[in-house]
């Protein structure tokens, strides 16, 4: 397997991007739901805030070098037994998961640093505050951050069920490309 994407395939670090995007997002939504419910007394209740801000901040990084990736290795054509309709879809849904997963990641940049302090990521490094004089722009991007995430997490599991309907109703390889372990399309049909 390539690295890099073919015209029929997605190689190993779309592949990577692609599921470590996913693990994050599920992950992130998971850990946002369970920490805003700790209670002062809590060991977590400045642990999971902490670790979701970095994770996220993370995710960024992974969001824009993914986006890079793109355009040094396009993704591979879509399969010619998409309808158009189907390919529309694909390309509108695909547009809305990726404006999503920014638009929700601005939203909590904009929570975190509504006090004008700078967000430590593990550590490592600072993030500067450098928006801050939005009118109530916590509870504002606290609301918008909440709904985004919900909305980023239900399109993604419209997608996965997406992709599971293309592999066992219509029976193509679009599952199998994302998991790298695309064929031919006539040899992958003849084995399904």
């Known amino acids: 397997m390539h690295w890099r994407n073919t015209e029929k395939a997605y190689g190993l670090l779309s592949i990577g991007m692609h599921w470590l995007v996913a693990l994050a997002v599920f992950g992130l939504f998971g850990l946002g739901l369970w920490m805003v419910d700790l209670d002062y ?3 977590w209740r400045h642990t999971a805030p902490e670790l979701h801000k970095g994770i996220g901040l993370c995710l960024f990084a992974l969001m824009l070098l993914r986006l890079l990736w793109r355009f040094v290795s396009p993704p591979p054509a879509s399969l010619s037994s998409y309808s158009r309709l189907t390919r529309l879809g694909a390309t509108l849904g695909h547009s809305i998961l990726y404006l999503g997963l920014f638009a929700v990641m601005l939203a909590g940049y ?13 550590g490592w490094f600072d993030v500067p505050a450098s928006i801050t004089s939005i009118p109530e722009q916590e509870d504002v991007a606290g609301a918008v951050h909440f709904y985004l995430a919900w909305g980023l997490v239900i399109l993604a599991g419209l997608h996965g069920l997406a992709a599971l309907k293309h592999h066992f109703i219509d029976r193509d390889t679009t599952l199998l490309r994302m998991l790298g372990r695309a064929q031919p399309t006539s040899q992958a049909h003849k084995e399904l």
């Not at 904009?110 to 593990?122: E, K």
């Open 110 to 122: 904009l929570i975190s640093t509504a006090d004008g302090r700078a967000i430590s990521v593990f």
């Open 41 to 43: 007394y809590s060991s």
